[in-house]
């Protein structure tokens, strides 16, 4: 049975698990298809614990290394030189283990499927939902995602919308159709992974820009653009991941104002933008001719609706439809007709507040719980931003809480290029399944720091 060498690493066991995979992998130890252990069996031949396993498996899987297959175990697959992030299921969760490391959307709050499925059922015209139609998605959907973006405080037109699968595919789509190998494009320095990914995939540079309690300074995304060739800029202005940061109006004005100036496009992303209750005007308010809005359905409604609207500037719908095509050619008709139906309904409207009261809930008990630590949050987010005290670092931290089997995700998934580390992780409020589950887990999180 294969066993990974960890002997000598010297950070996060879980890491040097991935690495031993990869390297196997690429040295030819371990070939496509290869079963590996169980979480369980690898666990003792190691001498750690279970949820050390299960982050290992997990990262070596972002790698694209291995793949995890419901039912039979975790296998070997993938290309060694992409990355995509995957998220845990709850099938694969180990008991004992408070998983704090991957923002869920409050599964136990998801919509009714059976009620919206029998609706579909009873249509007469549902055996149309089987049929291809346009990439841009039918006009009934992308009617649906008129309303939908305007709760994100934004009025479009149904003609400049298109339905995406979800809120990741919207991101892939935008950088396919409007950028070119070699571009590069301004972010945070500290941003979302998957952009870091699909940056990677698509040969794209990206170009770490500074941040304070406002979110990107506007004065250091000037300068980039005057001593580098800057074609995009990406953001989450509503909440940022991680730091949830809320950029002020007066900011995203500025923002705006300095994309026009040097012909920007600019991504705005609001995956967190409901849940945090933001009335904040869009950049895409502000610089509509050259703003691409992602409004998905993920973490506001269900994780497993990939439905996402994406309302693009009316000159690059076509080039956006395009990629769209190339991709997917279209985003499946009967997930995007539960999406219309919940919208229409209330269905929506009504899990978006559920959720918020949860959020309060649980940003409260972690307000509570780690008062005396350097944490930020908002009031309904999911996800909060701890700053580590003297002496600790992200790595020796992130390793001494799995073995109490608790998780949450280092600062350097989120760092671009070779930005400093900022000593802090994310801890994912919404992972746990429920209160009793995160109370838990924050408390181990505070016993570890000694704020007791």
């Given at each position: 049975?294969?066993?990974?060498?960890?002997?000598?690493?010297?950070?996060?066991?879980?890491?040097?698990?991935?690495?031993?995979?990869?390297?196997?992998?690429?040295?030819?130890?371990?070939?496509?298809?290869?079963?590996?252990?169980?979480?369980?069996?690898?666990?003792?031949?190691?001498?750690?614990?279970?949820?050390?396993?299960?982050?290992?498996?997990?990262?070596?899987?972002?790698?694209?290394?291995?793949?995890?297959?419901?039912?039979?175990?975790?296998?070997?697959?993938?290309?060694?030189?992409?990355?995509?992030?995957?998220?845990?299921?709850?099938?694969?969760?180990?008991?004992?283990?408070?998983?704090?490391?991957?923002?869920?959307?409050?599964?136990?709050?998801?919509?009714?499927l059976s009620g919206v499925l029998a609706h579909v059922a009873a249509d007469p015209l549902s055996n149309r939902l089987l049929e291809y139609y346009p990439s841009c998605g039918r006009t009934v959907d992308r009617e649906a995602g008129v309303e939908w973006i305007r709760r994100h405080n934004l009025n479009v037109l149904p003609e400049v919308v298109v339905v995406t699968?979800?809120?990741?595919?919207?991101?892939?789509?935008?950088?396919?159709?409007?950028?070119?190998?070699?571009?590069?494009?301004?972010?945070?320095?500290?941003?979302?992974?998957?952009?870091?990914?699909?940056?990677?995939?698509?040969?794209?540079?990206?170009?770490?820009?500074?941040?304070?309690?406002?979110?990107?300074?506007?004065?250091?995304?000037?300068?980039?653009?005057?001593?580098?060739?800057?074609?995009?800029?990406?953001?989450?202005?509503?909440?940022?991941?991680?730091?949830?940061?809320?950029?002020?109006?007066?900011?995203?004005?500025?923002?705006?104002?300095?994309?026009?100036?040097?012909?920007?496009?600019?991504?705005?992303?609001?995956?967190?933008?409901?849940?945090?209750?933001?009335?904040?005007?869009?950049?895409?308010?502000?610089?509509?001719?050259?703003?691409?809005?992602?409004?998905?359905?993920?973490?506001?409604?269900?994780?497993?609706?990939?439905?996402?609207?994406?309302?693009?500037?009316?000159?690059?719908?076509?080039?956006?439809?395009?990629?769209?095509?190339?991709?997917?050619?279209?985003?499946?008709?009967?997930?995007?007709?539960?999406?219309?139906?919940?919208?229409?309904?209330?269905?929506?409207?009504?899990?978006?507040?559920?959720?918020?009261?949860?959020?309060?809930?649980?940003?409260?008990?972690?307000?509570?719980?780690?008062?005396?630590?350097?944490?930020?949050?908002?009031?309904?987010?999911?996800?909060?931003?701890?700053?580590?005290?003297?002496?600790?670092?992200?790595?020796?931290?992130?390793?001494?809480?799995?073995?109490?089997?608790?998780?949450?995700?280092?600062?350097?998934?989120?760092?671009?290029?070779?930005?400093?580390?900022?000593?802090?992780?994310?801890?994912?409020?919404?992972?746990?399944?429920?209160?009793?589950?995160?109370?838990?887990?924050?408390?181990?999180?505070?016993?570890?720091?000694?704020?007791?």
């Amino acid at each position: 049975m294969w066993k990974p060498n960890i002997k000598a690493a010297s950070g996060p066991r879980y890491l040097a698990m991935a690495d031993a995979i990869e390297g196997d992998v690429k040295q030819g130890r371990l070939t496509p298809g290869t079963k590996l252990p169980t979480h369980r069996d690898l666990a003792e031949m190691l001498g750690v614990t279970v949820g050390t396993v299960t982050r290992g498996y997990a990262e070596a899987a972002r790698r694209g290394v291995v793949r995890g297959e419901t039912g039979r175990g975790t296998f070997v697959g993938g290309d060694v030189h992409s990355a995509v992030t995957l998220v845990s299921h709850r099938e694969d969760a180990i008991p004992g283990v408070v998983d704090m490391s991957m923002t869920l959307p409050f599964e136990g709050l998801n919509p009714d499927l059976s009620g919206v499925l029998a609706h579909v059922a009873a249509d007469p015209l549902s055996n149309r939902l089987l049929e291809y139609y346009p990439s841009c998605g039918r006009t009934v959907d992308r009617e649906a995602g008129v309303e939908w973006i305007r709760r994100h405080n934004l009025n479009v037109l149904p003609e400049v919308v298109v339905v995406t699968v979800g809120g990741q595919n919207s991101l892939a789509v935008v950088l396919s159709a409007m950028f070119r190998p070699g571009d590069a494009i301004a972010v945070e320095a500290l941003t979302y992974p998957l952009i870091k990914t699909l940056a990677r995939r698509f040969h794209l540079k990206l170009i770490p820009i500074p941040m304070d309690e406002g979110g990107m300074i506007p004065d250091a995304l000037a300068e980039a653009c005057r001593t580098q060739s800057v074609q995009g800029v990406y953001l989450m202005p509503s909440c940022q991941n991680p730091t949830t940061v809320r950029m002020p109006e007066y900011r995203r004005q500025e923002v705006a104002a300095l994309a026009q100036r040097n012909d920007l496009f600019i991504i705005e992303d609001d995956a967190y933008g409901l849940a945090a209750g933001v009335d904040a005007v869009p950049l895409a308010s502000l610089a509509p001719e050259r703003t691409f809005f992602i409004a998905s359905m993920s973490k506001s409604v269900a994780g497993g609706l990939r439905v996402a609207y994406l309302a693009s500037p009316s000159y690059h719908i076509k080039a956006v439809e395009r990629a769209i095509s190339d991709m997917v050619w279209m985003t499946p008709p009967l997930m995007a007709e539960i999406a219309r139906r919940w919208i229409d309904d209330g269905t929506a409207d009504r899990t978006v507040a559920a959720r918020r009261e949860e959020a309060k809930i649980r940003t409260d008990m972690a307000k509570n719980i780690l008062s005396k630590l350097d944490i930020s949050l908002q009031k309904t987010g999911y996800h909060a931003w701890l700053k580590l005290p003297e002496p600790w670092t992200s790595a020796d931290f992130v390793r001494v809480a799995e073995e109490s089997d608790v998780l949450v995700t280092t600062d350097d998934i989120f760092v671009v290029g070779r930005s400093p580390l900022p000593h802090a992780v994310r801890i994912a409020l919404s992972g746990p399944r429920d209160c009793e589950e995160l109370h838990r887990g924050l408390r181990v999180i505070r016993n570890i720091l000694g704020t007791n």
